[in-house]
């Protein structure tokens, strides 16, 4: 290990705010997969991200659950990735209180999610919607993390985690790793089926705007047959002018692997009507696998625990020393 250069290392986390999309998939877990074997990789479930937003306990724990058996059926290895979720590691909020203070009331004030969030909560903006990105720059910073895969949208927190690590490491010298975000050409924005305007989101509040991971083969043509499309009666990329027609293209796209110019060309000439069903079936036998692996490991919990207790453990092993180091700069008494 020690005379063999260190693998670059990457982590990302989905918060259990609902249930897993298809949005979440594309935009974040199908690309976490092929990372395995070239990178050192850490990914997490970050219940502390999800309590920003009123939860009920229960379905908390259900979620959280479920997201992590969705991460292992997805493919997501537990022997050559560290799996984990993200309250069993403490040291991820310890170190959140001491980024804090490096981070501006101004830059925070800034964030696009923050303004999103504030105003879809109007009656409950606490403080940790507020610092919410500042537990997701100790959950990066923590591991030395350098690459971090996440949507588009996420990548506005990936930057403020960097101008964080920098601020830090300009006085204290070269503590942290400045990571970089990676969002994956196709499938970075997966928006609504039913308002193609606003990204498919786990809290979307129309369950037919939203394909979610766990549905069954039925209620996925369903919602596929019933998407929105634009006027005229070209299947071509065009967001601005053609919202709908352009996210089928993209999911098409990312479900069938290919880009989206393969996808125009193998259906030119097509109505929208023979296209809808196309795109709800690739999605279908896409989920189907993952879907059913999941179902089977949540029948095993003991499983399930066993994985997220090995986890913790080694999680916690190299974060402490990160924590350690940084209480020592900062000037505490370890
Ligand atoms: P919420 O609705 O609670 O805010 P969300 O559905 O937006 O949640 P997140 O937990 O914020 O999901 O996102 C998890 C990861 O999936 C992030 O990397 C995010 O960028 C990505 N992601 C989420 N939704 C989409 C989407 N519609 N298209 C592409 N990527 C997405
Ligand atoms: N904020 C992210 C989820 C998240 C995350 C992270 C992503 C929490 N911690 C660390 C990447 C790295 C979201 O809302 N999708």
Redesign the pocket.
């Known amino acids: 290990m020690e005379n063999q250069e260190r693998k670059k290392r990457i982590?990302?986390?989905?918060?259990p705010s609902g249930d897993l999309t298809l949005g979440s998939y594309m935009g974040a877990i199908k690309n976490w997969i092929g990372f395995q074997d070239s990178f050192d990789c850490l990914y997490?479930v970050?219940d502390l991200?999800a309590i920003t937003v009123r939860q009920d306990p229960k379905e908390l724990r259900r979620r959280s659950l479920e997201q992590l058996a969705a991460y292992l059926s997805a493919g997501i290895d537990y022997r050559k990735s560290i799996v984990f979720i993200q309250s069993h590691v403490a040291a991820h909020a310890e170190l959140s209180w001491i980024l804090g203070c490096y981070a501006m009331f101004g830059e925070l004030s800034r964030m696009t999610?923050f303004k999103d969030k504030s105003q879809k909560n109007a009656d409950n903006i606490n403080a940790g919607l507020f610092t919410?990105p500042v537990?997701?720059a100790s959950?990066?910073l923590i591991y030395n993390a350098d690459l971090?895969p996440?949507?588009d949208?996420?990548k506005q927190?990936v930057e403020l985690t960097r101008d964080i690590a920098n601020r830090f490491n300009s006085v204290y010298g070269n503590v942290f790793t400045l990571p970089e975000a990676f969002v994956a050409p196709v499938g970075a924005r997966i928006m609504s089926l039913q308002s193609p305007e606003n990204k498919m989101s786990k809290s979307e509040s129309d369950p037919n705007g939203c394909v979610l991971l766990m549905d069954k083969p039925d209620d996925i043509m369903r919602k596929f047959k019933r998407a929105v499309t634009d006027s005229g009666r070209e299947i071509r990329f065009d967001r601005e002018n053609k919202p709908g027609v352009s996210n089928l293209i993209e999911i098409y796209s990312a479900a069938a692997g290919i880009s989206r110019e393969e996808t125009e060309a193998r259906f030119e000439g097509k109505s929208y009507g023979e296209f809808k069903p196309a795109v709800g079936e690739a999605v279908v036998e896409l989920l189907r696998p993952i879907r059913e692996n999941a179902e089977s490991l949540l029948r095993d919990k003991a499983e399930l625990e066993r994985i997220y207790k090995e986890g913790a453990e080694r999680a916690a092993a190299l974060a402490a020393r990160t924590l350690n180091k940084v209480k020592k700069k900062v000037g505490l008494i370890v």
């Open positions: 982590l990302s986390a989905i918060k997490c970050a991200h999610q919410y537990l997701m959950d990066i971090v996440v949507g949208d996420q927190h």
